[in-house]
C-alpha cells in the first residue's frame, strides 16, 4: 500500500523556506564550542543585548520571502530563553530587564505579527546537568517539564525542532515523552526525533541526496555519528536541511562576517534543497545587540529578491496535465530558449514519480534529443540546464500508473541557471 503523507506534512513542504535563529548564552561568549567543557564560564551576568529586536529579526526574515521561523530556545549549553522553573540556569537571572525578560515571548509575538509559522528549537542534551548524577528518569523529567512549559504558556506552536547533537548516549522515555507533547500541542509537528512528522536531511551543507524520496525507513540521527535510527516500517517522512549563513558557527561571530555566504551560493543551495523537495532553513545568528547583522540582512534581502525575479515569469505554465502513455508533449508556437524546468507532484495519495527524462525534439532533425534527467519530483523539482531551443518539449516519467500524478510544469529562461 503506498504510504500517504498527513495534511500536516503536506502543508510543512509548502512552507519551503524558513529562517534559524541561534540566539542565547553563547551569543555573548565568542569562541566557545558545543562540548567544549566551558559551558560554566558562560555565566548569566553576561546576557545583556541593549538592542533586543525580535520583530527585526522576523520582519527580516518576511522580506526574504521565508514563511516559518525557529529559534533556539535552549541549546546544548542549557541555558533557558525564558524564565524556566526547572533550571537556574536561564533568563531570569540576566541583567537583561532587571530579570524580567522573555526572548521567547517576544519571538513568538513577532512571528504572529508577521504571520509566520511559529518554531521552537529545544535540545535534548543539555551540558548544565550533565553530569549531576540524575537518573535516566530525573533527567527525562526535567525535559518534559521544560519542554511543558514552552507548548503551555506561549499559544499554539506550529514546529517543535529537537536537536539529536549530544543525545547519543542517553535512551529517552520516548513514548511518555511524545505523548506529553501530543497531548499538549496535538497539531504540532516534531522534527526528526521519536515520532517525526519531518526528518533532517543528513547534513549541515546545503545539499541535499540527488535520490530524496519522502519515504523513507530510517532516520540520520546528529552530525557526531553515522547511526541511523530505523523506523518500524516506511514512513512518508518531509525533509529539511538547516544550514549557516556563516562557515563556522551557528551563532554570530564578528570575526566571521566575511564567511558570509555569497548570493551565487544561496542560489544554488536553494536548488540543492528546495529544488529536489527539501525545505531550506537558513540560519543567521543575532549578534550581542540583540539584532541580525547587516551583512547578514544585506544577504538574505537580496536572495529573497532574486528568487522572486527568477521565477516571476514562467514561459509556460501548465497546471494538473495528464500523462500520456507516461509522456508529456508541450509544443510551443515558436522555437523557444529555455533552462529551467520546475515540476510539483500530487502527493495527496504519496509519491507516485520514480525518475523522468526531458528532451527536445528539433524541428529539422525530428528526433528526440534527452538533455536532462532526474529522479523524484515530489513537492518540488527544478530542473536547471545549460540552455536549450526547441518548439517541442516532450517530459517522459516513470510512474506508478497514475496518470493524474503532476500538479505543475512551468518552463523558464533566466539570464543564467540562477536569475541573477
Not at 88 to 96: L, Q, V
Not at 306 to 332: C, G, H, K, T, Y
Amino acid at each position: 500500500m503506498k504510504v500517504k503523507p498527513t495534511q500536516k506534512q503536506l502543508d510543512f513542504m509548502e512552507w519551503e523556506f524558513g529562517l534559524f535563529f541561534h540566539f542565547g548564552i553563547r551569543t555573548f561568549y565568542p569562541g566557545h564550542k558545543d562540548w567544549d567543557g566551558n559551558e560554566a564560564q558562560m555565566v548569566p551576568e553576561g546576557f545583556n543585548p541593549p538592542n533586543l529586536d525580535c520583530r527585526q529579526w522576523i520582519r527580516v526574515a518576511k522580506e526574504a520571502g521565508a514563511t516559518y521561523a525557529v529559534m533556539t530556545c535552549k541549546h546544548h549549553d542549557g541555558f533557558a530563553n525564558w524564565p524556566s522553573a526547572y533550571t537556574s540556569y536561564n533568563i531570569s537571572k540576566t541583567p537583561w530587564k532587571e530579570g524580567k525578560g522573555d526572548v521567547v515571548a517576544d519571538y513568538v509575538a513577532a512571528c504572529r505579527e508577521y504571520g509566520l509559522k511559529v518554531g521552537l528549537y529545544f535540545s535534548p542534551a543539555d551540558a548544565n546537568i550533565i553530569g549531576r548524577n540524575l537518573t535516566a528518569a530525573e533527567y527525562d523529567q526535567n525535559f518534559i517539564d521544560q519542554i511543558s512549559e514552552l507548548l503551555t504558556n506561549y499559544g499554539k506552536i506550529d514546529y517543535l525542532w529537537f536537536d539529536g547533537c549530544g543525545s547519543e548516549g542517553h535512551e529517552y522515555d520516548r513514548e511518555r515523552i511524545i505523548r506529553v507533547i501530543r497531548e499538549l500541542q496535538p497539531g504540532i509537528l516534531i522534527f526528526n526525533m521519536w515520532d517525526p512528522d519531518t526528518r533532517w536531511i543528513g547534513n549541515e551543507e546545503g545539499i541535499a541526496p540527488i535520490r530524496s524520496y519522502n519515504t523513507v525507513e530510517s532516520l540520520d540521527f546528529s552530525v557526531r555519528t553515522d547511526r541511523k535510527d530505523a523506523l518500524e516500517s516506511g514512513r512518508f517522512l518531509p525533509a529539511e536541511c538547516g544550514m549557516r549563513m556563516r562557515r563556522d558557527t551557528w551563532f554570530c561571530s564578528e570575526q566571521d562576517e566575511d564567511t558570509v555566504k555569497t548570493l551565487d551560493e544561496l542560489m544554488g543551495i536553494y536548488d540543492y534543497t528546495v529544488g529536489r523537495g527539501i525545505n531550506l532553513l537558513l540560519n543567521i545568528g543575532p549578534d550581542a545587540s540583540g539584532e541580525l547583522p547587516q551583512a547578514d540582512v544585506r544577504r538574505v534581502t537580496e536572495f529573497g529578491q532574486a528568487l522572486r525575479e527568477r521565477f516571476a515569469s514562467p514561459i509556460l505554465s501548465l497546471e494538473d496535465p495528464i500523462l500520456n502513455q507516461e509522456e508529456i508533449v508541450i509544443d510551443l508556437p515558436e522555437e523557444t530558449v529555455i533552462n529551467c524546468v520546475v515540476l510539483a507532484e500530487h502527493l495527496e495519495e504519496g509519491e507516485h514519480i520514480r525518475s523522468f527524462q526531458i528532451y527536445s525534439q528539433p524541428v529539422l532533425s525530428g528526433r528526440r534529443l534527452l538533455f536532462y534527467e532526474g529522479y523524484q519530483v515530489g513537492h518540488k523539482a527544478i530542473c536547471t540546464f545549460p540552455a536549450v531551443a526547441s518548439k517541442r518539449f516532450i517530459l517522459v516519467f516513470d510512474v506508478e500508473k497514475k496518470v493524474d500524478c503532476l500538479k505543475k510544469i512551468e518552463l523558464f529562461y533566466t539570464k543564467n541557471q540562477y536569475g541573477f
